[in-house]
């Protein structure tokens, strides 16, 4: 949790000495157009994943956005700023996803296993598969009996779908605000200049 409340801090810290240093890594003043901005987002949150569903279309959509939006001087800038925000998309959508599921995970494994049949005892004692279960792994031994084995595996299971179906439902939100963002995002002016900015 420290980590999540002190990335947008850094992210803010390097904004701002950005915009006080004589050549900038990252131009801040590239965000003044809203349709790069708007085409940054759009990338980090197709690779967020449903497993980067339509990526054909949104990249070269949010390729034009973001590279056809910058000046001239800045289309490498520019060219860069879309590559991070497809690997922060990437890495920042596996971590997240993850972590839903395995939280989910967590929070349904014991009630699914003993709906399913598992005594209450043993159960709790199958807490430790959580990561297991989260990887879509029962936590299934030769030396149960074959009700056993066929109760674990049914309640693990069960667990895993709930863990992927948070998933799935927040990708769907973020997919929904990608297309909305793109529905009503500006669109990019006639042309562009070696000094536009």
Same mark, same amino acid.
């Given at each position: 949790?420290?980590?999540?409340?002190?990335?947008?801090?850094?992210?803010?810290?390097?904004?701002?000495?950005?915009? =006080?240093?004589?050549?900038?890594?990252?131009?801040?003043?590239?965000? =003044?157009?809203?349709?790069?901005?708007?085409?940054?987002?759009?990338?980090?949150?197709?690779?967020?994943?449903?497993?980067?569903?339509?990526?054909?279309?949104?990249?070269?959509?949010?390729?034009?956005?973001?590279?056809?939006?910058?000046?001239? =001087?800045?289309?490498?800038?520019?060219?860069?700023?879309?590559?991070?925000?497809?690997?922060?998309?990437?890495?920042?959508?596996?971590?997240?996803?993850?972590?839903?599921?395995?939280?989910?995970?967590?929070?349904?494994?014991?009630?699914?296993?003993?709906?399913?049949?598992?005594?209450?005892?043993?159960?709790?004692?199958?807490?430790?598969?959580?990561?297991?279960?989260?990887?879509?792994?029962?936590?299934?031994?030769?030396?149960?009996?074959?009700?056993?084995?066929?109760?674990?595996?049914?309640?693990?299971?069960?667990?895993?779908?709930?863990?992927?179906?948070?998933?799935?439902?927040?990708?769907?939100?973020?997919?929904?605000?990608?297309?909305?963002?793109?529905?009503?995002?500006?669109?990019?002016?006639?042309? =562009?200049?070696?000094?536009?900015?």
């Amino acid at each position: 949790m420290g980590s999540f409340a002190a990335g947008p801090l850094l992210l803010a810290l390097f904004g701002w000495y950005e915009t =006080r240093v004589r050549h900038p890594l990252l131009p801040m003043r590239l965000f =003044r157009g809203p349709a790069l901005t708007v085409g940054t987002v759009g990338t980090a949150i197709n690779f967020f994943v449903l497993l980067g569903l339509g990526v054909g279309m949104v990249m070269s959509a949010c390729s034009d956005a973001i590279v056809g939006n910058a000046p001239v =001087r800045d289309g490498g800038v520019a060219s860069g700023l879309q590559s991070t925000a497809l690997q922060i998309g990437g890495a920042l959508g596996t971590s997240v996803l993850v972590s839903l599921i395995s939280g989910r995970v967590g929070a349904t494994l014991v009630g699914e296993l003993t709906g399913a049949g598992v005594p209450a005892a043993a159960a709790h004692g199958m807490r430790e598969a959580e990561d297991a279960v989260a990887m879509g792994v029962g936590p299934v031994t030769g030396h149960m009996s074959a009700p056993l084995r066929a109760a674990v595996a049914e309640g693990s299971g069960n667990a895993f779908m709930n863990g992927v179906r948070t998933a799935v439902l927040v990708t769907a939100v973020l997919c929904a605000v990608g297309a909305l963002l793109a529905a009503v995002g500006p669109r990019r002016g006639p042309g =562009r200049g070696a000094d536009e900015g």
